[in-house]
């Protein structure tokens, strides 16, 4: 996170290596796909072909288009290409991005924040008529919070409440727009299944259906039907596309895959938002089959383009177009720029326009010569042009260039309101892991408590790895500006009565360093000693996880399993409470992957839970709500067995464990230590009278019921989930896949009825040639509260 912090004040660029649809996309009123949201269950994905429908007028988009013609036909091919450029500032204050703006040398502006900074370069661009007085619109990784920070948004897909979502999103937009930021580079969409792979921290997990409600809620909360509305941002889905599936979760690496698991897999998120008006795509730096995505016509033209009918704008990734050259796939800068343009990428994020070697502004470097030899053409310019003019103009940069101000800073950034929107979703996204003979929730009248472990009063990392840029982390002032709340701070609070005693026991905490040192141990088992109970707070430093973050060992790093020993051999009461970016294999823990009875006596996963964490984590842990969330991606037992999922396509030999000639490993099971849905809950419920109609068209709709029932002594909240499997159809399909869910509060001893509705949307599937149908064949169905559902006896229904 520093090395992004300070990033806004580099020198150099942060590394050395290297409409014709027009407002189609925009606006729409977004049907988010979930039950969670509206009661009943619906599709993540519509079929390859569905056009996304415009919520802009016909007159309005006339109105845009015409303006944007016009403008158009006054600019030099130079000024052209200039508008297709992202930079970056390489000042403090980004005093030298004025120079380009007024210059008309850059379209759109990456990584400056500061009312008043970004207010400056706005007026050298608006009023120089070199640059024709067009606005610039200042983008941002804007990811999990602006000024009130969220879960990153891991910990938000463990809500499994998209509603939830798209609140925080308002508010990032909110505090975003306030600073003049009208553009955030988020969601980041990407499935993945290997929790190696740092930037799973990022994204929503493993799964599709859960991945695609969350991106197209993600999408309304930063952009309304109406992005150009003060509080809100137009939004980027990114990578696109297959970015989470690099070879051996190594970041940048290749991606290789069949068509059917693109489909099937990977690309419902994108569909999603895109159907939810997503304003811009960003490409990934990946290859994905070969050709690498920053210059790959299948991608960002077939799919997104001719198929989705997208009508925003594709940027690169961070100066991915020179990178061509890199991979060997572009003969130089010019081809880089050739490739890139031609296969659908309007916007180059160069960030450096000012590198002579290598050359980062390709497009703006090259295109005239380019467009001169043939090599591109006016149509492909005018196009890119085109898109990133009208972003401007659905931004309302062109009626209210200086959207930002103090004021608004002052009296939108970091409210209470916001930091209540905060709190409950860090509620949510708490993960109960373990909760033997019910070592929580503990008693509020606890009198001596010990906060041990390096996270337990660790501000900063609390809030993960992505904080934006230009949030202020200087240490006076986390506490007191930030208003961060740690474990530490929360516990004071819910038990006012107790004497908290906090001991990091580790000297240091770092990426380098993450607590090897022992030395401190004594303290904190003294502490433990001395306490009723202790909460230890372990996990991954912030910066373990993230970009260019991907591990090979996914324990808690140091000797952080070393310091819980030691308090646990004290014989005195204690919980763990972790702080990471990804599943890790704690398997010593988490016991036996069924029962969890031999492991650690109680654990709650919180993610990096953000602004209000500390307090979020004190309210579980004393039982002041019930712990509700659900694992968005497994925990494996052991690195060797990922990639792992829990939707994983049938074997001819499944797993059986007497059987060596199984698909199976000679140490472990297969199962994973926790799976996808998992999380226990301070009661406990039941799902049961599950029932579906015994048969439906093959463009049919079924209705789902089943009762859910609080069997505990306590009220609370569960997540019902709905997976199917089909079998005897062309492709195989994977074991289970969820295709519903619904979040269910009830007192104890209360029952509901939960209802789903499939459609052909959630009974087809893509073919390995990327077509969707729907195909006659018998299904399984189950309802629970995890993944493990299908091991009870499914309801079975066919398709005709
Ligand atoms: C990341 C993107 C990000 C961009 C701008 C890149 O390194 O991959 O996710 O939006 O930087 O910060």
Not at 209 to 217: C, H, N, R, V
Not at 511 to 522: H, K, L, Q, Y
Request: glycine residues 10%; charged residues 15%.
């Amino acid at each position: 996170m520093s090395e992004r912090i300070a990033a806004v004040v580099r020198e150099k660029p942060r590394r050395s290596f290297g409409f014709g649809a027009v407002l189609a996309a925009f606006g729409l009123a977004v049907v988010l796909l979930v039950s969670g949201m509206s009661g009943s269950s619906n599709a993540a994905s519509t079929s390859r072909h569905a056009r996304p429908r415009a919520a802009t007028s016909a007159p309005q988009q006339q109105a845009i288009n015409s303006k944007v013609n016009a403008l158009l036909g006054q600019l030099t091919v130079a000024e052209k290409f200039g508008q297709l450029e992202m930079a970056g500032p390489s000042t403090a204050n980004g005093s030298d991005l004025a120079a380009l703006a007024a210059a008309g040398k850059i379209g759109t502006v990456l990584d400056l924040t500061g009312v008043d900074n970004i207010n400056a370069v706005q007026k050298a661009a608006v009023s120089s008529a070199m640059n024709h007085h067009i606005p610039l619109i200042f983008g941002l990784d804007v990811i999990h919070g602006y000024r009130t920070m969220f879960p990153v948004p891991l910990g938000e897909a463990a809500s499994w409440d998209p509603t939830q979502v798209a609140n925080d999103e308002s508010v990032s937009a909110d505090e975003a727009a306030a600073d003049g930021i009208k553009w955030t580079f988020n969601p980041m969409v990407d499935i993945s299944r290997d929790p190696r792979w740092g930037r799973v921290v990022e994204g929503a997990g493993e799964d599709p259906f859960l991945g695609s409600a969350i991106a197209a809620a993600k999408v309304k909360g930063y952009q309304g039907n109406d992005f150009s509305a003060p509080d809100k941002v137009a939004a980027t889905i990114k990578h696109f596309g297959g970015y989470g599936a690099p070879v051996a979760g190594r970041e940048y690496n290749t991606v290789d895959m069949s068509t059917q698991q693109l489909f099937n897999d990977y690309l419902p998120p994108y569909k999603a938002a895109v159907d939810a008006g997503a304003a811009t795509v960003m490409s990934s730096f990946n290859s994905l089959n070969g050709v690498p995505n920053t210059a790959n016509p299948y991608l960002l033209t077939q799919i997104l383009r001719d198929e989705w009918g997208f009508g925003g704008a594709t940027l690169s990734d961070y100066q991915a177009v020179q990178e061509l050259e890199e991979f060997g796939y572009a003969a130089d800068g010019a081809d880089a720029a050739r490739l890139a343009l031609t296969a659908g990428e309007n916007i180059e994020m160069a960030v450096s326009m000012t590198s002579t070697n290598p050359v980062y502004d390709t497009y703006a470097t090259y295109g005239p010569t380019l467009l001169h030899e043939g090599k591109i053409t006016m149509t492909e310019l005018n196009d890119a042009v085109r898109h990133v003019l009208t972003l401007k103009y659905l931004a309302g940069m062109f009626s209210d260039p200086y959207q930002g101000s103090d004021a608004r800073v002052a009296s939108e950034e970091l409210t209470p309101a916001n930091q209540a929107v905060a709190l409950q979703t860090a509620e949510e996204s708490l993960v109960l892991l373990n909760n033997n003979n019910h070592a929580l929730p503990l008693s509020s009248s606890t009198s001596k408590i010990a906060v041990v472990g390096p996270l337990g009063d660790d501000a900063l990392d609390q809030l993960g790895p992505d904080v934006p840029i230009g949030y202020d982390t200087t240490p006076a002032d986390l506490k007191t500006t930030d208003k961060i709340v740690t474990v530490s701070d929360g516990i004071k609070t819910a038990d006012p009565g107790a004497t908290v005693t906090t001991v990091s026991g580790c000297t240091t905490f770092t990426v380098a360093d993450p607590c090897n040192e022992t030395s401190g141990f004594g303290a904190a088992v003294a502490a433990a000693q001395a306490a009723d109970v202790t909460v230890i707070v372990v996990g991954e430093p912030a910066g373990d996880s993230g970009e260019a973050s991907s591990r090979t060992a996914l324990d808690l790093p140091g000797a952080q399993e070393e310091l819980i020993s030691d308090i646990k051999a004290t014989g005195k009461p204690y919980v763990i409470v972790l702080m990471n970016g990804r599943p890790l294999t704690i398997p010593e823990l988490g016991g036996d992957p069924t029962t969890h009875a031999d492991g650690a006596p109680a654990m709650l996963e919180a993610w990096y839970p953000g602004t209000t964490g500390g307090t979020a984590v004190a309210n579980a842990l004393f039982g002041k709500f019930d712990p509700s969330g659900k694992l968005p991606m497994s925990f494996p037992q052991n690195v060797g067995q990922i990639p792992m999922s829990y939707d994983e396509l049938p074997t001819g030999r499944p797993y059986d464990p007497n059987n060596k000639y199984t698909s199976r490993y000679l140490d472990v099971s297969n199962a994973p230590e926790y799976p996808f849905g998992y999380g226990l809950s301070y009661t406990s419920f039941s799902v049961s009278n599950v029932s579906a109609p015994s048969s439906v068209s093959r463009n049919g709709t079924i209705h789902v019921t089943a009762t859910v029932t609080n069997t505990g002594s306590a009220a609370g909240t569960d997540v019902a989930q709905l997976y199917i499997h089909e079998s005897d159809t062309t492709i195989l399909q994977p074991v289970e896949k969820l295709e519903g869910f619904k979040r269910v509060s009830l007192p104890a001893g209360q029952s509901t009825t939960v209802r789903f509705t499939l459609g052909p949307q959630n009974l087809g599937f893509y073919n390995n040639n990327g077509q969707f149908a729907v195909e006659p064949g018998t299904f399984d169905l189950w309802v629970g509260d995890s993944s493990t559902a299908d091991t009870g006896t499914p309801t079975m229904f066919t398709v005709g």
